[in-house]
């Protein structure tokens, strides 16, 4: 008798879970063990900035299973408080420390899953004991933001860069009622956007009584001798002083353990995963925040640390480890947040992104109502489309707007997918219902416009 | 010097003056002259329950275009209150009588657009002249409707039929306090979708104080002798007293003139058209609800009277007409409506549809929140999707629920036109944020379930 299949995870946020889950669901027998550093497992990352607000009150409901939920209900030895702190592929061995007693014990596996995840990007390093200087990626720093508003009730925040859950983090403290500063590198809030949403989210940004440092580089820190507290934060645009300091600069994907198994890394410092999620190494497969996945319009890899992605490819790398064939073809780049009363999603490539991919991108932006404009609640929206000027392929949209503009990004990302051609998707048959669409559906108006500046091809 | 090229069009309501406009941009010599036998032109039928109900006060906010700013705007010969007659192909000439002096005269066209619309379904002759029953597809029957309402005051309705504009005028007619009974020949309302829909609208119906007669057939009318009007309705479910009665069966082609002029009539008694809005006979093109149009899915012509076709196949009926190359590929059936706090939509082919076309329909519905249920607003919505069992390939959709279910039904267009499995639909990037949606859209974990139903194919 063969002994069960052993499948041991790391990292238990967002993918590590799905994939424990998952692997008990596609193979009953598999003995599915997860390893978690920290306390907590399996909670929406993406919740948190409505945690810090008060709009979700209790820290359980950000938090799908708990460790014994786990186990309970799937199957999984889910083992918390434990660090992998090296990976030996040739015996597929792993040297675990237990964070509690400090003990190293080895344990072998037959597949392993690496969900390392990301961690926020910080090139502060003295910032690392700062009492009032916060990055946001776990559970552990929401708690900290909230537990640093409870006892110090400043009355001054700011937020150090302006991408989205920068600009998630400015609802949440306006909503809390501080003053916001905003810096950042770029002239714009919102890289990644096109210019034309950019202006418009700094236009709400004014609105919300926010102050914007655009254009500003950070110099340094001026800190409380005492307390350690940063007071002033250096800017080449001059100093902004503040009462609490939150960084959201992005992540990097976490790759030590993946580094010193040998595990091939991509351009963008991320795992290199094939469309099962197999790394290089045998045995070896990883999903989630630590990996490079292709982008299907450039068929190249990116790093798009989502939500979505994590849950996706974690499916395909537990299938796959348990020994059911299952693939991710690759992403499109989804994304989009609500900011106040604006919605803003896009999907594909920005017209930089594309050009540096070898496209001939043409872009149109029309504004268009969001249902019939002579029913009540219609409002303004904005959608720009981008496509090849040689193929008329379809590379990419955006939609800034009020209700109902960020779910018009889905039938974009599947005409991505598709890779349909603008003229393909002007002729889409799209809702028209007074109370929900205008006759000319914001994203068919807008494929129609840009349509014609590309040329028709039959 | 070639006279310049003469271009009728007849009808005036939807695709008539969009053909109109679209002929004259496209060719700005082109004379261009439209013809309707109504005082109206250019105005939003789909509105219609709306202007009943006072959402839209003004009866100038249904009207895109009055004949006078489609004159000045577009450069279009106008004419209202004018009948075609008859039209003689061989000699490309129309004979068209004044409605208002009675007099006929005869015009030559190059090329003749026939935007003759649809009227509602009435086979009950004997109540053209009855005062107090009424069909809704003109302005004048809104009009009529709402001069009734105000002059007589009636306190109970009755709506005859259960299809989307049949529930409309429910809402409109609660909206305004009065009692409301539908009367319908099958058991459960609102024909055409699946019946784990249906049954919503049932419960909805139940829950708003609407009496629903269904599985009833109409045998009759009790009719005051004096004034005429209705006092009750007979079915075989017995009498349902009245004091208006509103019926809303459906719409049938106007192809009086066309079939006088020979022009070859499709199965669902809609005028035959080619990919460019070409009749069967010459220089005789036709776009709107009185044509047949081709569905994407069975590649058969289809009758399916909808603003949004009218639009489309307006302007590539003037296109061509002009002289400009323009086609119309075909469509999937994309409708909504709003029934109260409900959203409801569908795209493509039923079971029972795709059935009778040859596939082997396999179904799933799911129900899923609209957005992360840890926020607040978050409601469920369910989600049915068919693919073919031997293909894979995506079928059709339908999604009802509340705030964010209609839109949905975008994407679900997109694949159908593009004829992706539902496999693929599986593996879009749809959009992930917590307050628009959940981690896995409604519509993608639909999908990913009626995957695992009908099998993967890579």
């Not at 955006?398 to 990302?413: D, F, H, M, S, Y």
């Amino acid at each position: 008798m063969t002994p069960p299949l052993k499948i041991i995870i790391v990292g238990g946020v967002a993918a590590g879970p799905a994939a424990a889950a998952r692997a008990r669901r596609t193979n009953s027998k598999a003995h599915v063990i997860l390893i978690e550093q920290g306390a907590h497992i399996s909670y929406g990352t993406c919740d948190l900035p409505y945690f810090i607000s008060g709009v979700i009150r209790e820290e359980r409901a950000l938090i799908a299973y708990t460790p014994a939920q786990l186990q309970q209900d799937k199957g999984v030895d889910v083992r918390t408080r434990q660090r992998v702190e090296k990976i030996r592929p040739a015996q597929k061995k792993l040297l675990i420390r237990d964070l509690t007693t400090n003990a190293l014990t080895e344990e072998s596996y037959s597949r392993l899953i690496l969900a390392t995840g990301s961690t926020a990007r910080q090139p502060f390093p003295e910032l690392n004991d700062c009492p009032n200087f916060f990055t946001l990626k776990t559970l552990p720093d929401a708690q900290n933001i909230r537990a640093y508003l409870h006892t110090h009730q400043p009355r001054r925040v700011t937020i150090l860069g302006a991408g989205f859950i920068a600009l998630e983090l400015v609802e949440t403290f306006r909503h809390l009622g501080l003053a916001v500063t905003v810096i950042h590198q770029e002239e714009l809030p919102a890289p990644g956007f096109e210019d034309v949403t950019r202006h418009i989210v700094l236009d709400k940004l004014a609105e919300q009584q926010v102050r914007y440092v655009g254009d500003a580089d950070v110099t340094g820190f001026e800190r409380d001798a005492h307390s350690g507290r940063i007071q002033a934060i250096r800017t080449c645009r001059g100093d902004v002083e503040t009462e609490l300091v939150v960084m959201a600069w992005g992540f990097v994907p976490r790759v030590e353990l993946a580094q010193q198994a040998g595990i091939r890394l991509g351009r963008h410092g991320g795992m290199t995963v094939d469309q099962h999620m197999r790394t290089s190494v045998d045995g070896i497969y990883a999903c989630g925040d630590c990996v490079e996945l292709k982008h299907h319009l450039t068929d190249r890899p990116a790093y798009v640390p989502l939500a979505t992605y994590a849950a996706k490819t974690a499916r395909v790398a537990a299938d796959n480890a348990v020994g059911t064939r299952a693939v991710f073809k690759g992403m499109v780049g989804t994304i989009g947040f609500r900011f106040f009363d604006l919605e803003l999603a896009r999907t594909g490539l920005t017209a930089a992104t594309a050009q540096a991919h070898g496209f001939q991108p043409v872009a149109k932006t029309i504004t268009e109502w969001s249902h019939a404009h002579v029913l009540p609640g219609a409002e303004k929206m904005a959608v720009t489309l981008l496509a090849d000027r040689r193929s008329g392929q379809l590379l990419g949209g955006e939609i800034v707007g009020k209700q109902g503009a960020a779910l018009r990004i889905n039938p974009l990302a599947v005409a991505l997918q598709a890779k349909m051609s603008v003229a393909d998707v002007a002729r889409t048959d799209f809702l028209y219902t007074p109370p929900f669409a205008p006759l000319w559906d914001p994203v068919l108006r807008c494929a129609m416009q840009l349509e014609k500046a590309v040329g028709t091809r039959f």
